[in-house]
T-cell receptor, first 110, second 113 residues
Framework: GQQLNQSPQSMFIQEGEDVSMNCTSS?????WLWYKQDPGEGPVLLIA?????ELTSNGRLTAQFGITRKDSFLNISASIPSDVGIYFC??????????FGTGTSLTVIP | ETGVTQSPTHLIKTRGQQVTLRCSSQ?????VSWYQQALGQGPQFIFQ???????GRGNFPPRFSGLQFPNYSSELNVNALELDDSALYLC????????????FGQGTRLTVV
């Protein structure tokens, strides 16, 4: 099945640092979503983006829907230990199917 | 708490057996999608059900099948289980006609031995 390319694959950062990750696709999507998943749990939605060029914030998180509709990025500012987890991007196409990225594993060192 | 519940939470089956996983969707959500997530990977789209009909399918063989009921709850059935079917199976619900996000259940961990 289709999978989006997400980078970086993993990150180790100091508490307080900012984080940036991105996601690219060969296909156009109508919606971009960013999820966080803790071990043994389902993904939890962080941010949803609906329009090309849209920039949306949710607390310390900021995400943008790329103008080409084939990419998106997520920034986390001033990271804290509870930001630890795996972050997935997901794209929703015109057929209302969701395709997930490969994931970015984030470790925050206190 | 997303309002999407899956059962069972864990399951162990033997190769060749059949399994049924269940999902109750969030109130007001008429579309259910199923995903397979192998360890260390992102969720892979299996299929989606809308108004009791399959409405999209990923790259999974026919032995993966599903049902959606009038109350929008859903089942995922897998026949002739293989070792590679061991994974976390996630159900997500969303409203097709509106710009709403998919809300995931906590998943069913299936182990095939």
């Amino acid at each position: 099945g289709q999978q989006l390319n997400q980078s970086p694959q993993s990150m180790f950062i100091q508490e307080g640092e900012d984080v940036s990750m991105n996601c690219t696709s060969s296909s156009i999507f109508n919606t971009w979503l960013w999820y966080k998943q803790d071990p043994g749990e389902g993904p939890v939605l962080l941010i949803a983006l609906y329009k090309a060029g849209e920039l949306t914030s949710n607390g310390r998180l900021t995400a943008q829907f790329g103008i080409t509709r084939k990419d998106s990025f997520l920034n986390i500012s001033a990271s804290i230990p509870s930001d630890v987890g795996i972050y997935f991007c997901a794209g929703r196409n015109t057929g209302n199917q969701f395709y997930f990225g490969t994931g970015t594993s984030l470790t925050v060192i206190p | 708490e997303t309002g999407v519940t899956q059962s069972p939470t864990h399951l162990i089956k033997t190769r060749g057996q059949q399994v049924t996983l269940r999902c109750s969707s969030q109130s007001g959500h008429n579309t259910v999608s199923w995903y397979q997530q192998a360890l260390g990977q992102g969720p892979q789209f299996i299929f989606q059900y809308y108004r009791e009909e399959e409405n999209g399918r990923g790259n999974f063989p026919p032995r993966f099948s599903g049902l959606q009921f009038p109350n929008y709850s859903s089942e995922l059935n897998v026949n002739a289980l293989e070792l590679d079917d061991s994974a976390l199976y996630l159900c997500a619900s969303h409203v097709t006609d509106r710009r709403e996000e998919a809300f995931f259940g906590q998943g069913t961990r299936l182990t095939v031995v």
